[in-house]
């Protein structure tokens, strides 16, 4: 099972001294779970920003061991730097990458704003959506007056920290952890050299917008408050930084943003406002880059918004979206975009290389053959009912695709998503069955020699033995949904593929009989008898409902064939 993932992001008050960076990197990398994705020191600011990823647990760890070696080896009364800091390590975010919700990440950073007062003794602030307060939201608010100001500041009851000591401490500092959403580094570029029209288009599309002026809005007078500070005029997106300028490199200018909340901006919005704003003002966008890494959600969503306006499918693998993301914003126009290097989730696919699903079909059929007992029938029975679910997807995109068809291509699409989606769901289950087994024959190689010891173990192969129940479950009601999609697709897909929709039903069918074979194996192994019963019936449910899907299917099927 794919576990949630996070990213860490802290930036430390060194970027200079390589032995320091590597003594709080090593530390992060003594985490197992843990990808270390990116190191990127600063001599001006004397800054370095970490980047890092995995599931939350380790990632806690990883940024508590991090902060620990930050806090011995950096001397604040030292540090002198570009950017404003107020500690060793300057601040800790962490972001929801996959299968995480923002209310998850946020228990996760107070988890860990607490293990840096409690174990490291640091002083700690929330900040952003971690934030204890309104006014802690804000991380120049909980960051005014730097470094040389805190001492002053902790004197101040409503600026005590959230965890960890309120005293000055000298040589560390304080720390900011926060949770916030994936910060994206994005530029488009433009087919002029000229800065002042960038930065045109750039004040077009920003939040913050441009400066009112009275009269001429080139070079009329500054509009100004009560206060004395100009006023702005709020531009097309929020959430969204941006400027123009010039690259040396290219010979091109660029709007360069930063999009700070992607769930309120997503790229392709502003790659949108960027053309129509440069369009606008007699410029063409020839493309654009991210720097950086990118979620997969932020490349899917992308893809899945350039695919509506051209009327096609949804249900195409993930990497085709990603590829029509790139193509439609140009990502490959100044250097090759590589997702695997530049997709997170991509980046990390390297620790799931053991996984069956990955394999050649040969190389899974001869580790079927082989002497070992897994995978056996259940990931077979999850591998079949991927396929039917391929086979009813094939036929909806087909369908969407049709000439003549073009009014139905989003009947046809939600259809293929639907399929997609128990294919991707089967293919997991195909190792999450082998790894049920392998969890029950752990269990019971667990002594049992003391009564605490037995009680563990009996505790032990009841929940491996739930699971291996729960898989071939899943199995069995994917496969009912599969076999729905290739029963529309039969009855209104392309007529030239009905025979592809009846081959997904039989299909489907197996994998629900195969899948209800391991249910009944592996409930009969189960102490309480009522949950044994209640798999069973949930079982029997989804084999009548194949049963009678596969005869209506090939009903249908039979009568076209016949003519």
Known sequence: MAEPLIECVPNFSEGRDPAVIARITDAVESVAGVTLLDVDPGRATNRTVVTFVGAPEPVVEAAVRAGRAAAEAIDMR??????????AMDVCPLVPVRDITMEEVVGHARTLARRLGDEVGLTVYCYEQAATSPKRRNLASVRAGEYEGLEERLRDPEWAPDFGPAEFNARSGATAVGARDFLIAYNVNLNTTSTRRANSVAFDVRERGRVKRIGHPLTGEVMRDEHGEPVYEPGMLRAVKAIGWFIEEYGIAQVSMNLTDISVTAIHEAFDAACERAAARGLRVTGSEIVGLVPLRAMLDAGRHYLTKQGRSHGIPDDEIVRIAVLSMGLDDLKPFDPAAKIIEYRIRGGEQDRL???TVAGFVHETASESPAPGG?????LAGALAAALGTMVANLSAHKRGWDDRWEEFSDWAVRGKDCHETMLRLVDEDTEAFNEILEAFRLPDTTEEEAAERATAIDRATRRAIEVPLSVMESAVEAMTVCEAMASAGLEQSVSDAGVGA?????????????????????EDADSARSYLERAEASEIRAASLEDEILTVVDAKIAG
């Open 78 to 87: 030292r540090h002198h730097g570009e950017h404003p800091r107020f500690g």
């Open 378 to 382: 259940g990931s077979v029975s999850a």
């Open 506 to 526: 039989v299909l489907g069918r197996a994998a629900v009989r195969g899948a209800h074979l391991n249910v009944r194996i592996n409930a009969a192994g189960l």
């Open 357 to 359: 699903v990955d394999r």
